[in-house]
Nanobody, 126 residues
Framework: QVQLVESGGGLVQAGGSLRLSCAAS????????MGWFRQAPGKEREFVAA????????YYADSVKGQFTISRDNAKNTVYLQMNSLKLEDTAVYYC???????????????????WGQGTQVTVSS
């Protein structure tokens, strides 16, 4: 069983930065990809960014390209999401997810991922 635990959320002023972390644990944790999603109140869960567990490939939603950076530390089984120049519309619960199946490892649909964390709240204030 894989467990994902997000941390690093909080309250930040517009224009500020936050770094989210997602620590993974499990007897055999070898995902093909990891992703970050977010869900604002009353909205569907939306894709933010994805990264392959091997190699350097990443994929971003257009709305965060150039603003957010996804990275990972394989030795720590941890994925990060560096969020800069935060805007009010970035307010949401942020979830990390793991894709254990053979594929591109850069899925942008929630159904591409089998394991999910509990989420961490990010609130951007004016």
């Amino acid at each position: 069983q894989v467990q994902l635990v997000e941390s690093g959320g909080g309250l930040v002023q517009a224009g500020g930065s936050l770094r989210l972390s997602c620590a993974a644990s499990g007897r055999t944790f070898r995902p093909y990809g990891m992703g970050w999603f977010r869900q604002a109140p009353g909205k569907e869960r939306e894709f933010v960014a994805a990264i392959r567990w091997r190699g350097s490939s990443t994929y971003y939603a257009d709305s965060v390209k150039g603003q957010f950076t996804i990275s990972r530390d394989n030795a720590k089984n941890t994925v990060y999401l560096q969020m800069n120049s935060l805007k009010l519309e970035d307010t949401a619960v942020y979830y990390c997810a793991a894709d254990p199946t053979i594929g591109s490892g850069l899925g942008s649909r929630p159904t591409d991922y089998a394991y999910w964390g509990q989420g961490t709240q990010v609130t951007v204030s004016s």
